[in-house]
């Protein structure tokens, strides 16, 4: 039996008082595609940014390869594994290549290797032409590649994408809709939190729902 | 009060390359400079930690520290005075009446102008800026690095603004440094000597070069920021 990608046991997390999850049960197998849904304002954001490590769960547990992690000291070797990009991606002040490459650089790749990756990332996310336009002059829609293909470059482990189509023009939305197949296609395990149907509806993509704190069977 | 004369012989000294004058002109720049580049790196840390860790009793050192800014500079050359004198505790380093001395002391008045500035510019940060650097697997040094580059124009307003703080401060560098001619006289010092003797002249040179100095790093800071400073 191959061991899950990733595990939640039990996660919880309360805010001021109400229980946003209540115990999240969840497995991920290695290499699948799952759109997490439901609500605006059920938690889905805030499962992923717990699974990314960038805020900490009341209490459960999360396993990686079999192995549990201590989801309130998380592991930096994590961190270049699961890879969490925001619904608005944030581009930093500097050129779209050293935005792709950051991760890299912060998982210290030789320079040679690096430019090698930033270069193929930049085919596959359609990038190219944007490659002299700052990251500030860009639309939603371009930062989104940018951040997918800044995000795919890591080789990750798990890609967890925060609403990735959500308020981008019918243009942006496709070619978003096109690195997003071109993930699954290509074997990345990807947890994408939206409401976007036809993200939902892509091919061996699993649906759960996120309702009243809980993972239920759709 | 006759002042085209003295303006004129003012201007004179400055262009003629007046030695003394040019001195006391290095030695505010020197010791400003030194100041800035040993007291910014631990206050843009500190700034940067107090808005970015939580912990007990950081409200009260941002009060604190804001409370600094406005401590006259006079008191502070006061309690470094009392530290740094024979019978002070740091007295056996014998660092009172040298441009050491008043190393130090800048470095206590730029030190919460530099903090203050700092926090202000990382608390405007966007959030997902250090959120994105952690999320694609940066250490917290990296992360907080690349969040201190992304507000760098007010990062350099901080410095620029310790800088501005300390090159005009008179009281501090007087008590500390002793105004001595040759090793500790500065531009502020001497202007409040130079004009106590009724000697404007060099005053007037040296507040000229104040002001210069002045508009030199707001410009500075202004060419530095670009399209880039502004939202």
């Given at each position: 039996?191959?061991?899950?990608?990733?595990?939640?046991?039990?996660?919880?997390?309360?805010?001021?008082?109400?229980?946003?999850?209540?115990?999240?049960?969840?497995?991920?197998?290695?290499?699948?595609?799952?759109?997490?849904?439901?609500?605006?304002?059920?938690?889905?954001?805030?499962?992923?940014?717990?699974?990314?490590?960038?805020?900490?769960p009341?209490?459960?547990?999360?396993?990686?390869?079999?192995?549990?992690?201590?989801?309130?000291?998380?592991?930096?070797?994590?961190?270049?594994?699961l890879?969490?990009?925001?619904?608005?991606?944030?581009?930093?002040?500097?050129?779209?290549?050293?935005?792709?490459a950051?991760g890299?650089?912060?998982?210290?790749?030789?320079?040679?290797?690096?430019q090698?990756?930033?270069?193929?990332?930049?085919?596959?996310?359609?990038?190219?032409?944007?490659?002299?336009?700052?990251?500030?002059?860009?639309?939603?829609?371009?930062?989104?590649?940018?951040?997918?293909?800044?995000?795919?470059?890591?080789?990750?482990?798990?890609?967890?994408?925060?609403?990735?189509?959500?308020?981008?023009?019918?243009?942006?939305?496709?070619?978003?809709?096109?690195?997003?197949?071109?993930?699954?296609?290509?074997?990345?395990?990807?947890?994408?939190?939206?409401?976007?149907?036809?993200?939902?509806?892509?091919p061996?993509?699993?649906?759960?729902?996120?309702?009243?704190?809980?993972?239920?069977?759709? | 009060?006759?002042?085209?004369e003295?303006?004129?012989?003012?201007?004179?000294?400055?262009?003629?390359?007046?030695?003394?004058?040019?001195?006391?002109?290095?030695?505010?720049?020197?010791?400003?400079?030194?100041?800035?580049?040993?007291?910014?790196?631990?206050?843009?840390?500190?700034?940067?930690?107090?808005?970015?860790?939580?912990?007990?009793?950081?409200?009260?050192?941002?009060?604190?520290?804001?409370?600094?800014?406005s401590?006259?500079?006079?008191?502070?050359?006061?309690?470094?005075?009392?530290?740094?004198?024979?019978?002070?505790?740091?007295?056996?380093?014998?660092?009172?009446?040298?441009?050491?001395?008043?190393?130090?002391?800048?470095?206590?008045?730029?030190?919460?102008?530099?903090?203050?500035?700092?926090?202000?510019?990382?608390?405007?940060?966007?959030?997902?800026?250090?959120?994105t650097?952690?999320?694609?697997?940066?250490?917290?040094?990296?992360?907080?690095?690349?969040?201190?580059?992304?507000?760098?124009?007010?990062?350099?307003?901080?410095?620029?603004?310790?800088?501005?703080?300390?090159?005009?401060?008179?009281?501090?560098?007087?008590?500390?440094?002793?105004?001595?001619?040759?090793?500790?006289?500065?531009?502020?010092?001497?202007?409040?000597?130079?004009?106590?003797?009724?000697?404007?002249?060099?005053?007037?040179?040296?507040?000229?070069?104040?002001?210069?100095?002045?508009?030199?790093?707001?410009?500075?800071?202004?060419?530095?920021?670009?399209?880039?400073?502004?939202?």
């Amino acid at each position: 039996m191959s061991t899950a990608a990733l595990e939640l046991i039990g996660i919880t997390k309360n805010f001021s008082q109400r229980e946003l999850l209540r115990g999240i049960e969840l497995s991920l197998a290695t290499g699948g595609s799952y759109a997490l849904t439901g609500d605006n304002g059920c938690g889905k954001t805030t499962l992923l940014r717990i699974i990314a490590g960038l805020e900490p769960p009341d209490g459960g547990e999360m396993r990686v390869d079999g192995s549990v992690v201590n989801l309130v000291r998380y592991p930096e070797a994590l961190r270049h594994k699961l890879i969490y990009v925001h619904q608005h991606p944030y581009l930093f002040h500097t050129s779209i290549d050293h935005n792709i490459a950051y991760g890299l650089k912060a998982r210290n790749d030789p320079a040679k290797d690096r430019q090698v990756l930033v270069e193929d990332a930049i085919q596959w996310a359609g990038v190219g032409h944007l490659i002299d336009v700052l990251p500030q002059k860009l639309s939603g829609g371009e930062k989104q590649r940018v951040a997918l293909a800044r995000a795919k470059v890591l080789n990750p482990h798990l890609l967890l994408l925060d609403e990735p189509t959500a308020n981008l023009d019918s243009d942006a939305r496709r070619h978003a809709l096109e690195l997003i197949e071109k993930l699954c296609a290509d074997g990345v395990t990807v947890l994408i939190a939206c409401h976007d149907r036809e993200i939902i509806d892509m091919p061996g993509m699993k649906r759960l729902l996120l309702e009243s704190g809980r993972i239920a069977p759709v | 009060m006759e002042l085209l004369e003295p303006t004129r012989e003012a201007f004179r000294l400055l262009f003629t390359g007046d030695a003394g004058l040019w001195r006391i002109i290095m030695t505010s720049l020197v010791c400003s400079v030194t100041a800035l580049v040993l007291i910014a790196p631990p206050a843009v840390a500190l700034g940067f930690l107090i808005t970015k860790v939580v912990f007990p009793g950081r409200r009260a050192l941002v009060v604190l520290v804001q409370a600094l800014l406005s401590f006259p500079t006079v008191v502070i050359g006061l309690v470094i005075y009392m530290l740094l004198s024979r019978q002070g505790p740091l007295g056996f380093l014998k660092l009172l009446f040298t441009p050491e001395a008043i190393i130090v002391g800048y470095m206590v008045i730029a030190f919460p102008v530099l903090v203050v500035f700092t926090l202000s510019a990382v608390q405007g940060a966007d959030p997902r800026v250090y959120e994105t650097a952690r999320s694609l697997g940066a250490n917290r040094w990296r992360a907080a690095l690349t969040t201190l580059f992304e507000v760098r124009f007010g990062v350099m307003a901080a410095v620029f603004n310790g800088f501005g703080r300390v090159v005009s401060e008179v009281g501090c560098a007087i008590m500390v440094g002793g105004n001595i001619e040759g090793l500790t006289r500065n531009i502020p010092t001497a202007i409040a000597l130079e004009t106590s003797k009724g000697e404007f002249a060099q005053g007037i040179a040296l507040g000229f070069v104040l002001i210069v100095l002045a508009l030199g790093v707001n410009i500075a800071l202004s060419v530095l920021q670009g399209e880039g400073g502004m939202k």
